[in-house]
Nanobody
């Protein structure tokens, strides 16, 4: 499956953004879609994930309460709603697809190209 992330940009601290991820085909029934991010000089880290069929979600502690992951089944779209953005949220954000309810990079087989989010203070 091919994934394409979009919606990044430059915003001030406290602002909101919504990232989108389009997929080339509908997910398998066991599919899990996730968002990861990578800041300059740092390793890629887990942000949020969602089980496509059930809607079950999980979040990194650093974004819990501020970010919401969601999906639109008919449109086959994945979203990341980011509120109260902080400078430390600055990173390239990637969407990913796998089949394991996991926050581990290696459990994801397909990756989008990433979209840059920059939060100024």
């Amino acid at each position: 499956v091919q994934l394409q992330a979009s919606g990044g940009g430059l915003v001030q601290a406290g602002a909101s953004l919504r990232l989108s991820c389009a997929a080339s085909r509908r997910p398998l029934t066991s599919a899990v879609r996730a968002w990861f991010r990578q800041a300059p000089g740092k390793e890629r880290e887990f942000v949020a994930l969602i089980r496509w069929t059930s809607g079950s979600t999980a979040y990194a502690d650093s974004v819990k309460g501020r970010f919401t992951i969601s999906r639109d089944n008919p449109k086959n779209m994945l979203y990341l709603h980011m509120n109260t953005l902080k400078p430390e949220d600055t990173a390239v954000y990637y969407c990913a697809s796998g089949t394991t309810f996991s926050n581990t990079l290696d459990d994801y087989d397909y990756w989008g190209q990433g979209t840059q989010v920059t939060v100024s203070s």
